[in-house]
């Protein structure tokens, strides 16, 4: 079998798996990280969301033969980039602000936000309201009056 070697959630790994395989199933299955949810598998409800070097990325949509050893793969599990802490500024934002009802969609909400709030930082700038209404995750319990206040909260902390 082939093998494909990136880095996720800061450590350089090498999984022996077909060419074929959406990085989400290599994630999930060989890796064992279940923070990126199945949902649609076409790119469509962004419950998978990930980074891929600093950019929101649905690893359903992508086979495992288009990363490259280059690219830093970040999970819901790797988002957490303060020395010492438990969480990210976002997932606190989240928790302040009762998000979650069913949880599915929540790790690729905050991944999304996180990178569109560095996306609008990255500007030199604050997260406005036409930023988050680019963010196009589905939740299917409708939190979305919540997840768009936990946004501008968190983007705040970051």
């Known amino acids: ?3 494909h070697t990136f880095k996720l959630n800061g450590k350089q790994i ?3 798996v077909e060419d074929d395989v959406r990085l989400l199933w290599v994630i999930r299955d060989l890796l064992g990280l279940t923070g990126p949810k199945y949902g649609c598998g076409i790119n469509v ?7 891929i070097n600093g950019k929101a990325f649905n690893p359903c949509s992508v ?4 990363v490259e050893a280059s ?3 970040t999970t819901i599990e790797g988002l957490p980039d303060t020395v010492g802490e438990e969480l990210h500024p976002m997932q606190e934002a989240w928790l302040d602000h009762d998000v979650v009802q069913c949880g599915y969609c929540q790790p690729g909400q905050i991944m999304a936000a996180v990178a569109k709030v560095k996306q609008a930082q990255a500007k030199g700038r604050e997260i406005t309201d036409a930023d988050i209404e680019e963010i196009r995750n589905v939740c299917r319990c409708g939190t979305y ?3 768009r206040e936990a ?3 968190g983007s705040t902390r970051m």
């Not at 086979?63 to 288009?66: F, G, L, M, P, T």
């Open 63 to 66: 086979q495992v033969k288009d």
């Open 45 to 51: 409800c962004k419950a998978c969301t990930s980074h």
């Open 145 to 147: 009056f919540r997840i």
């Open 1 to 3: 079998m082939p093998e």
């Open 151 to 153: 946004i501008k909260d």
């Open 14 to 16: 090498t999984v022996d």
């Open 71 to 73: 690219d830093e793969i």
